[in-house]
């Protein structure tokens, strides 16, 4: 099976700019989650979507966003872009069964490197 | 709220010898318990995890780890370490009862030949 993939894998965009990032999950894995690693902060959870619906959410303000299709595939937006919001935004999927079933691993793609100059 | 700490921001060990990276976690009610690698301009591998039963979990290239209620902790362990296994380790715990997935801050490990 091929792994989570994310595109594109680098992006430079200017403050206040806004920018889209797409995760493609592995084929069957119905929970997407995405995370953003900084050097200071490390690893922070943004959301979690699954079956298309948001059903966890971190401490990131508005201009973070997401969604889910019905094929699973996700995108996250960042709108008004601060210089704080260079990262690496990692999406993670995993085979979670149910709604109620959080005991399942994440496997990760390779991340988003943002630059925001 | 849920956290997890990790104490060591870097372990050095020499190759051959025991690798431990610990972990302590803080949580309400039963705790799912994660460790994952990360190796340079990668994203994470999961290694293995504890849902329940065994305190002592196996998992991938070899680690294994123990889960420890009373002291609240789920240590790493590898016999035997490679340099391969130089890395950038985090522990992550999740609410059996749902909830996010809270990481600790990392341990980078150093195996020197």
């Known amino acids: 099976k091929a792994g989570v993939t994310q595109t594109p894998r680098y992006l430079i965009k200017t403050r206040g700019q806004q920018v889209t990032l797409s995760c493609s999950p592995i084929?069957?894995?119905?929970?997407v989650s995405w995370y953003q690693q900084t050097p200071g902060q490390g690893l922070q959870f943004l959301f979690e979507?699954?079956?298309?619906?948001?059903?966890n959410k971190g401490n990131f303000p508005g201009r973070f966003s997401g969604r889910q299709f019905s094929n699973s595939r996700s995108e996250m937006n960042v709108s008004t872009l601060e210089l704080g919001d260079s990262a690496l935004y990692l999406c993670?999927?995993?085979?979670?069964?149910?709604?109620?079933?959080?005991?399942?691993?994440?496997?990760f793609g390779p991340g988003t490197r943002l630059t925001v100059t | 709220a849920q956290s997890v700490a990790q104490p060591e921001d870097q372990v050095n060990v020499a190759e051959g010898n025991p690798l431990t990276v610990k972990c302590t976690y803080s949580?309400?009610?039963?705790?799912?318990l994660f460790w994952y690698v990360q190796y340079p301009n990668r994203g994470l591998q999961f290694l293995l995890k504890?849902?329940?039963?065994?305190?002592l979990v196996k998992g991938s290239y070899g680690f294994e780890a123990e889960f420890n209620k009373s002291q609240t902790s789920f240590h790493l362990k590898k016999p035997s370490a490679l340099v391969s296994d130089s890395a950038l380790y985090f522990c992550?715990?999740?609410?059996?009862?749902?909830?996010?997935?809270?990481f600790g801050g990392g341990t980078r490990v150093l195996v020197k030949p």
């Open positions: 949580v309400s009610g039963n705790p799912y």
């Open positions: 504890y849902i329940t039963g065994d305190n």
């Open positions: 979507y699954f079956s298309e619906t948001q059903r």
């Open positions: 993670a999927s995993s085979i979670t069964g149910t709604q109620a079933d959080f005991s399942y691993e994440q496997y």
């Open positions: 084929s069957g894995h119905r929970s």
């Open positions: 992550a715990v999740r609410k059996a009862a749902g909830n996010k997935l809270t």
